[in-house]
């Protein structure tokens, strides 16, 4: 398989390296831009549709990988609809209900393959959580692209930890998506690395969350509980730590979670004393080391508690750096009832989970299961775990084409009825020569 991912990378690469420009300039030609605010970073109008150029490249990518299924087309068509709700809200403001039930749906047709969390054991609990997982991260890198380069160097790290766990772990349709992720995050910060020239709007932030929302758990299934669910966490730990810093900070504050602000862990850095830019690898580095113990953890090499206390240990560091920072000027406030009986019952949860997840998991055995992989076992717990991996129904490779290609119609179509809406209005950028 190495020179087909080759050929996979380099492709969704190269067509978002291609068509970034591209869609640059006519973002600029119809005055698709971020204009600069109070609750901003950036001083001058930046365009819009780097999310697009994003989301051409990975479906590229994936139509050129060999033996996809029908759930392979499912995920990139679905990650398009999300991304296509994305764009409509660069345009103009879409309620936040509209795009939670299109996420929704979108994680149920991930369910509908075959991909699912396996924690408590109890069919119905694992799908709610699968849903709340995909929904919730899809939600998290929207929240994440808050900095120049940010989103997409986070994305791009989870992608390399992402493929690095599949392909260890022989699930080579896993290790291209995250290929094709890669690809096309690395081809986009090129003109997405601080100063920006492009933003990827919701269009990228949505679909990529919604990619990483999906890899990340393909690439763990399923090993038995905890794993399953520890391993997507560490994978995914920067954009869950931002959001649950942001979400707190803004309700003990009583300031509404959907407005932003300049409170997420990068401003915090920044005002700390990081420029911009150090404060992004700054975060991209933390999503790369825990993003490699997990994946360490989730092939079997390392036990689970230790990576857990590794991830943690790393973690509590950034939050001891990046909370002290004052990025309000009002103080805080006591929690209403509802909200603390909210939190109560979201720990309390959390708890009961982890806790069912590790009854039923043989942590001593997992400990000798490491230490004969890190003997020479490698190929033996693979075979083993290997066998009882639940595999989504896949059809033919025709089926999947179909799908991506309806994915880039859809893109298309929307795309250019934006684009021709705009123009009819009499939206005019400042022409080709940005």
């Not at 995250?178 to 995050?185: M, N, P, R, S």
């Not at 009854?359 to 230490?371: E, H, I, L, N, P």
């Amino acid at each position: 398989m190495g020179a087909t991912w080759i050929v996979i990378f380099t492709v969704a690469a190269g067509v978002t390296l291609f068509t970034t420009p591209l869609l640059r300039r006519l973002a600029l030609r119809v005055d698709l831009v971020d204009h600069p605010a109070a609750r901003k970073s950036h001083l001058v109008a930046t365009p819009y549709l780097g999310g697009v150029a994003i989301a051409a490249g990975i479906l590229t990518g994936l139509a050129v990988a060999p033996g996809l299924g029908f759930h392979a087309g499912v995920i990139g068509l679905s990650a398009t609809v999300v991304g296509v709700v994305g764009l409509i809200d660069d345009d103009r403001q879409l309620g936040a209900s509209s795009r939670l039930a299109v996420e929704m749906v979108a994680a149920l047709a991930a369910l509908a393959v075959g991909l699912r969390l396996e924690v408590t054991g109890v069919r119905a609990v694992d799908s709610a959580l699968t849903v709340l997982w995909i929904v919730g991260l899809t939600n998290a890198a929207n929240l994440l692209d808050n900095m120049d380069g940010l989103a997409a160097g986070v994305a791009a790290s989870m992608a390399a930890t992402t493929f690095l766990l599949s392909a260890l772990g022989g699930q080579d349709r896993t290790a291209s998506l995250a290929l094709a992720v890669g690809g096309a995050c690395l081809g986009f910060l090129v003109y997405n690395a601080p100063p920006a020239r492009v933003f990827m709007g919701d269009a990228g932030s949505l679909f990529l969350g919604y990619l990483m929302g999906v890899m990340t758990l393909a690439a763990t299934r399923p090993p038995a509980a905890p794993a399953s669910f520890a391993v997507p966490l560490m994978l995914a730990i920067v954009p869950i730590a931002d959001t649950t810093t942001v979400v707190f900070a803004r309700r003990r504050r009583g300031r509404s979670v959907a407005v932003g602000g300049k409170d997420h862990l990068s401003h915090r850095l920044v005002r700390r004393g990081l420029s911009p830019g150090t404060a992004v690898a700054a975060l991209v580095a933390v999503s790369l080391a825990v993003g490699m113990v997990g994946a360490v953890a989730g092939h079997g090499d390392l036990p689970i508690p230790l990576a857990v206390a590794t991830s943690a240990l790393l973690v509590g560091l950034l939050l001891a750096v990046a909370l002290p920072a004052k990025v309000y000027e009002e103080p805080v406030i006591i929690l209403s009832r509802r909200a603390r009986l909210a939190v109560a019952g979201v720990f309390a949860g959390s708890v009961t989970v982890v806790g069912v997840a590790c009854t039923q998991s043989d942590v001593v055995g997992k400990v000798v299961a490491s230490v004969c992989a890190s003997a020479g076992g490698n190929r033996v717990v693979a075979a083993a775990t290997d066998g009882a991996r639940v595999q989504p129904p896949e059809w033919s490779r025709t089926a999947s084409l179909t799908l991506l290609a309806a994915g880039v119609g859809l893109l298309g179509v929307v795309l250019g009825s934006v684009v021709r809406e705009r123009w009819l209005r009499g939206d005019r950028g400042c022409g080709w020569q940005r």
